[in-house]
């Protein structure tokens, strides 16, 4: 079994509203699992997202071109 290297981190601070923290605590407390995992999980899913989102694009306008 492979060990997983496990990758830097960096602290920084970031002011949300206070409605949006209570949400995203309820949901953590009822999923068990921690604020930081849950921001982690859903600043990957955003990050792929855009990535997609941005792909389509490219293939996009490459296709134009052709025509």
């Known amino acids: 079994m492979s060990k997983?290297?496990?990758e830097q981190t960096r602290?920084?601070?970031v002011t949300f509203?206070?409605?949006l923290v209570e949400e995203?605590?309820?949901i953590c407390s009822s999923?068990?699992?921690?604020r930081t995992s849950w921001l982690l999980?859903?600043?990957r899913e955003w990050l792929?997202?855009?990535r997609r989102v941005s792909a389509d694009e490219l293939i996009s306008k490459i296709a134009e071109k052709e025509v």
């Open 31 to 34: 999923d068990y699992v921690s």
């Open 48 to 50: 792929e997202k855009e």
């Open 4 to 6: 997983k290297t496990k």
């Open 17 to 19: 509203p206070q409605s």
């Open 24 to 26: 995203i605590d309820q």
């Open 41 to 43: 999980r859903a600043a």
């Open 11 to 13: 602290s920084f601070t």
